[in-house]
């Protein structure tokens, strides 16, 4: 299902009764964030908030605040159009599997040929709603003050000139930075080959023209960025916000290098994305998307920190140096709905987004690896601190294989403890595989530590972007794996007596 801006997925929201409009002004510094975080702490992850009247140092903002609109299973479904998240990943994988892959480029080429098949690819346009109001700040300056010259404010074309400080931004956390931009499309586009990229990339706000960028060392617009500064060129970024819901999800998919996120956003949404071309720089945004924020980086100027930031981690993030974003444009429509989401001690809406990806992408870890059943990664482990996977257990060592497998792909290479358990285990159910874990160990036996890249977020390592990581083997041994005793039955009643004390007592237990 496609929505044509935010306002229209807040809206499906309401008619389904998915969503709070908070009629009262509420501060986007801090505020914003108490509530939202006690929204999404709630059972299943409570409602999506539609912020009508957000303040910004005080003042109401003109654009609302929408935050949580991902933050449950029954949300993510609805943002696909679908039933659940299983049913797309159900036929995503089903399209893949017409012919196994035999490696895993070839498995990536099967996903993009996959995704290609229903309306995916993008096509160009000459105009959209982004553009319903259009502030250029690339014309010299002509006026005092924050701000130079808005050709087109001056115009009158527009009424005011948004700066960044118009926007509702969120200051998230006390010990924040300043405000930042928490779901923002990035697109950027590799030099040297031309391919894009959109990712989710937070934004500090430094100043009414300039924020930081804080795409991390392993992420595709970081090594896009690395090209630049190698040939001194100026890096032309866009960031865009709202527009259809499947675009923040796509942004923060584990999508392969090389392979466009508008390809798959184009395939949830199953309709073909139209694409407009920046007033300012060469790259191309969603035409419906709801604010398009067009700028550069200059490899000439040194980096600057970044942070802190309350994050996903649940702590804070301390300052790192990252790039420095010029702001050249802002264009947005007239109807805007400014998209929001905060981070911290979870749960958090991450966590179904992040749910949602792995479900999608389980399809692309079985083809590599037929024997995985389930991946989780509970919420408790912030993405990707904790992966739990089921699988079907055939062969000495097999679970080593798959930890081993799972950390040299992609970004699964950031998990820090990998639990592997037999199939029949529920790896999301916590508790369940808790108890698989304590009771099927023996700990030095079954558990393997190696080193790797570690996600720059994890203040626990002594080194940022490296530590080391811990597989455990939960499965049932096997004689081939030297365990020499007999492995005992779980505990489980005889079907019969079971339907028979349940005709009997109901669900009485
Ligand atoms: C709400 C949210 C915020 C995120 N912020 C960042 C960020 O600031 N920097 C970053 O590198 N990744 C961030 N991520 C993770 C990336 O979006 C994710 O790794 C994505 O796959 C990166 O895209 P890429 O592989 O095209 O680089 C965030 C994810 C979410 C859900």
Not at 20 to 47: F, H, N, S, Y
Not at 146 to 154: L, M, S, V
Not at 232 to 261: C, H, N, Q, S, W
Request: hydrophobic content about 40%; charged content about 25%.
């Amino acid at each position: 299902m496609a929505f044509e801006s935010f306002r229209d997925w807040v809206d499906q929201l309401d008619r389904a009764g998915e969503l709070r409009r908070i009629t009262q002004p509420v501060a986007t510094e801090l505020e914003i964030t108490e509530l939202a975080d006690r929204e999404m702490k709630q059972p299943g992850g409570g409602k999506a908030l539609l912020i009508e009247k957000p303040t910004i140092n005080g003042v109401v903002s003109p654009f609302p605040v929408a935050i949580n609109t991902l933050g449950s299973h029954k949300r993510m479904a609805m943002s696909m159009g679908a039933e659940s998240v299983d049913a797309v990943a159900k036929e995503l994988g089903a399209l893949m599997k017409a012919k196994p892959p035999t490696s895993l480029r070839e498995t990536m080429r099967l996903l993009s040929l996959a995704l290609d098949l229903r309306h995916a690819r993008p096509k160009t346009v000459r105009s959209g709603p982004c553009k319903d109001v259009i502030h250029r700040y690339d014309a010299p300056s002509t006026r005092t003050g924050p701000w130079p010259a808005a050709p087109d404010w001056q115009k009158g074309t527009s009424p005011t000139p948004p700066t960044l400080a118009d926007l509702p931004i969120l200051k998230c956390w006390p010990l924040d930075g300043g405000r930042f931009i928490t779901l923002p499309c990035v697109v950027t586009r590799d030099p040297d080959t031309g391919d894009r990229n959109l990712g989710m990339y937070r934004v500090q706000v430094y100043d009414n023209r300039t924020t930081g960028m804080h795409w991390q060392l392993q992420k595709v617009a970081a090594r896009h960025g690395r090209r630049y500064y190698e040939k001194g060129e100026r890096m032309p970024v866009a960031i865009f916000l709202g527009g259809d819901p499947m675009f923040p999800f796509a942004a923060t998919a584990p999508m392969p290098d090389g392979l466009d996120e508008f390809l798959l956003a184009g395939y949830l949404r199953k309709k073909s994305i139209e694409l407009v071309k920046c007033e300012t720089n060469d790259l191309e945004v969603p035409a419906n998307a709801d604010f398009v924020i067009e700028g550069y980086i200059d490899p000439k100027e040194p980096l600057r920190d970044e942070g802190p930031f309350g994050d996903h981690t649940g702590y804070y993030t301390l300052p790192e140096p990252y790039p420095v974003f010029h702001v050249t444009a802002i264009t947005h429509r007239k109807d805007a709905v400014y998209p929001a989401t905060i981070v911290g001690i979870p749960p958090m809406e991450d966590f179904y987004i992040g749910g949602a990806s792995v479900k999608l992408f389980l399809p692309i870890f079985q083809m590599n690896f037929p024997e995985i059943v389930d991946i989780a990664l509970p919420a408790e482990g912030v993405f990707h601190n904790l992966v739990f996977v089921s699988i079907k257990k055939t062969y000495p060592m097999q679970a080593y294989k798959i930890m081993h497998g799972l950390w040299g792909m992609g970004q699964m290479m950031f998990s820090k403890y990998i639990v592997v358990v037999d199939a029949e285990v529920d790896v999301h159910n916590t508790s369940e595989v808790l108890f698989h874990l304590t009771a099927n160990t023996d700990p030095q036996r079954d558990s393997v530590f190696t080193k790797g890249p570690s996600d720059v977020l994890d203040h626990a390592t002594s080194e940022i972007a490296i530590g080391s990581k811990l597989g455990i083997d939960a499965t049932k041994k096997l004689p081939g794996e030297g365990f020499k005793r007999a492995w005992p039955p779980l505990i489980q009643m005889d079907a019969a007596v079971k339907a028979k004390v349940e005709q009997i007592f109901g669900t009485v237990r």
